[in-house]
């Protein structure tokens, strides 16, 4: 009990949204229990966040409280690009990312949207990306916006990508380039992709520790490096104001392997 109450007060002091009582979507049972199980799970306590009533790890990637149940069982993982155990299924081959009009008002967050489905349609995937509103979608995934420079998003559950991509409005202030490198970032943690530098994430962000196994798995993806590099992966942890927002040669050999 008391590592749950430390992780919440260290969530409120770091974010200052959802502590207030009017900052709450889900039930503060549900987000305690959600908290508990990811404690449980092994998850580092400083890497879980509570941000609008929503419980984070690994600092972007959104938890159910359904998905933190599931941690709980065993699942194969390897003590080692990574991925989650769970992946996006055979069924889902279109893959529709809507934007809302608040996101689509963001000339930048638009246009990097644009570049980011390009990204993932340029590879020859099983799975196509199109810029909804669109027909015959076997699976929606919602790109909305939130404060801040960053994004969010959350890992595939039940076969389906996760369904939400937040996108920071601070990003209107960066390039396309950079624009386009987060939300390429944040639809890889959709399809299942861990942070290439989870297991240090002071690779790319200067500091910061290990993310673990976080529940959701951290499964090495063969023929990429087992070692993160700055630079050397669109999804590494944290990215800089001059990204590229282009593919490196073994996040094209991570897609190719999973999909
Ligand atoms: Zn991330």
């Known amino acids: ?14 974010l200052l949204s959802g ?14 229990e959600i908290i508990s199980n990811l404690v449980e799970a092994g998850f580092p306590a400083d890497d879980i966040m509570v941000a609008d009533g929503l419980v984070y790890v690994g600092r972007d990637a959104h938890v159910t409280l ?18 989650t155990t769970n992946l996006v ?4 081959t279109k893959i529709c990312v809507n934007p809302t009009s608040q996101f689509n008002s963001y000339s930048r967050l638009s246009a990097g949207l644009d570049l980011a489905i390009e990204n993932y349609n340029s590879m020859g995937l099983r799975l196509t990306f199109v810029r909804g509103p669109a027909t015959d979608c076997t699976a929606s995934i919602s790109a909305r916006t939130t404060s801040g420079v960053g994004g969010s998003a ?3 559950k039940g076969g389906k990508p996760y369904g939400t991509i937040n996108i920071g409005t601070g990003l209107q202030n960066y390039s396309v380039d950079v624009n386009e ?8 943690h959709t399809i299942g992709f861990r942070h ?39 999804m590494n942890s944290c990215f800089s104001s001059n990204e590229s927002g282009e593919w490196t040669s073994s996040d094209r050999t991570a897609l190719d392997y999973l999909y």
């Open 1 to 14: 009990m008391f590592k749950r109450a430390a992780v919440l007060v260290a969530s409120c002091g770091a």
């Open 19 to 32: 502590c207030g009582p009017d900052a709450q979507n889900a039930p503060q049972a549900e987000t305690e």
């Open 66 to 83: 359904e998905a933190s149940r599931e941690m709980l069982q065993p699942a194969e993982v390897s003590a080692e690009q990574y991925r």
């Open 89 to 92: 299924g055979t069924s889902v």
């Open 154 to 156: 959350g890992f595939p």
């Open 181 to 188: 490198h987060v939300i390429t970032h944040e639809l890889g």
């Open 196 to 234: 290439s530098d989870y297991y240090d994430r002071s690779i790319s962000c200067g500091s910061g520790g290990n993310e673990g196994e976080a529940g959701v798995g951290a499964i090495h993806i063969p023929g990429t490096p087992t070692t993160a590099t700055r630079g050397g992966s669109v």
